[in-house]
């Protein structure tokens, strides 16, 4: 079972910041926290993971909060394209398995 | 583009046909999985191999028989299928098991009829 509580849709408008909200509440002290999304008709893409620090890359940021059972994705500016599904998941960083719950959809409107 | 290419795109197959769904990575990575996504539930992980071992079978029933003959090949082969099985089947790979980041392919939308 997925350990994350997320969402179940979002509306954000174009050229705003968007920010998902994920709970991880039972999240222990070596798992990670990743984040992928899934645009309509295509397999997930990879956007950002982390365990205590704050994280950025040229896709968004990700905000985990000091006692680790929650944290926050950021796109800075969201576009239209960024219209997904995005998934939160805890998982440790040497095993094999992502396990996907049922994500927050993101609607970007103009 | 990810690099992991799945064939075909969509397909439409009767329950007493066999099949197969291709997945082909050009990044070099020794691990790949097949996951499965129904309509309106989560995705879920079906088979894990790592160096063309299979390391996972999450309880997968056996008209579903993965092969890897390679690290950048994966098949699903499909036969005796149950209509409840029609889903958008997925391929990813990794750089290793432990790696963080895995790359999907576009993944077969499959019709059982």
């Known amino acids: 079972d997925a350990k994350t509580t997320q969402p179940t849709s979002m509306d954000c408008a174009e050229g705003r910041a968007a920010n998902l909200p994920c709970n991880h509440s039972t999240i222990s002290g070596n798992e990670y926290v990743y984040w992928y999304r899934q645009i309509h008709s295509q397999g997930p893409q990879y956007i950002i993971h982390?365990?205590?620090n704050n994280e950025t890359n040229e896709m968004a940021s990700l905000i985990i909060t000091e006692d680790r059972k929650s944290s926050t994705l950021i796109l800075p500016h969201a576009t239209l394209r960024d219209t997904a599904v995005y998934y939160c998941i805890v998982r440790l960083h040497n095993t094999d398995k992502l396990i996907f719950g049922t994500g927050t959809r993101l609607q970007v409107f103009p | 583009e990810t690099g992991v290419t799945q064939t075909p795109r969509h397909l439409v197959m009767g329950m007493t046909n066999k099949k197969s769904l291709k997945c082909e990575q050009h990044l070099g990575h020794n691990a790949m999985y097949w996951y499965k996504q129904s309509a309106k539930k989560p995705l879920e992980l079906m088979f894990v191999y790592s160096l063309e071992e299979r390391v996972e079978n999450n309880s997968v029933p056996s008209r579903f028989s993965p092969e890897c003959p390679n690290s950048s090949h994966l098949f699903l082969h499909l036969h005796t299928l149950q209509p409840e099985d029609s889903a958008l089947y997925l391929c990813a790979s990794s750089q290793d098991p432990a790696n963080t980041e895995a790359f999907f392919g576009q993944g077969t939308r499959l019709t059982v009829v």
């Open positions: 982390g365990l205590k």
